[in-house]
């Protein structure tokens, strides 16, 4: 059973930072394409970055510069740093793992950016 916790959500200032962390058990990590994505009040979960097994990353337009995702497969583990945070930024985050033929999705952590 493949199973993805997020952790390190939270409260910052506009212009602070933070990293998001998504464990993952179950499933052979390494093999596979990881994701982040978030979703705001009223919205659609929208796409953030990914990285491949290989450690390719791509990133939204809106946070290019801001924020830099990566993983350590040793921990099983893919990581979000963001920087630099905005208002806008205030989601729910939620990681994913694309597997073979269905995506698994983890119960998400709140970014809240306010002053």
């Known amino acids: 059973q493949v199973q993805l916790v997020e952790s390190g959500g939270g409260e910052v200032q506009p212009g602070g930072s933070l990293r998001l962390s998504c464990a993952v058990s179950g499933s052979i990590f390494s093999a596979n394409t990881m994701g982040w994505y978030r979703q705001a009040p009223g919205k659609q979960r929208v796409l953030v970055a990914t990285i491949s097994s290989g450690g390719v990353t791509d990133y939204a337009d809106s946070v290019k510069g801001r924020f830099t995702i990566s993983r350590d497969n040793a921990k099983n583990t893919v990581y979000l740093q963001m920087g630099s945070l905005k208002p806008e930024d205030t989601a729910v985050y939620y990681c994913?793992?694309?597997?073979?033929?269905?995506?698994?999705w983890g119960q998400g952590t709140q970014v809240t950016v306010s002053s």
């Open positions: 994913k793992l694309y597997g073979r033929f269905i995506g698994y």
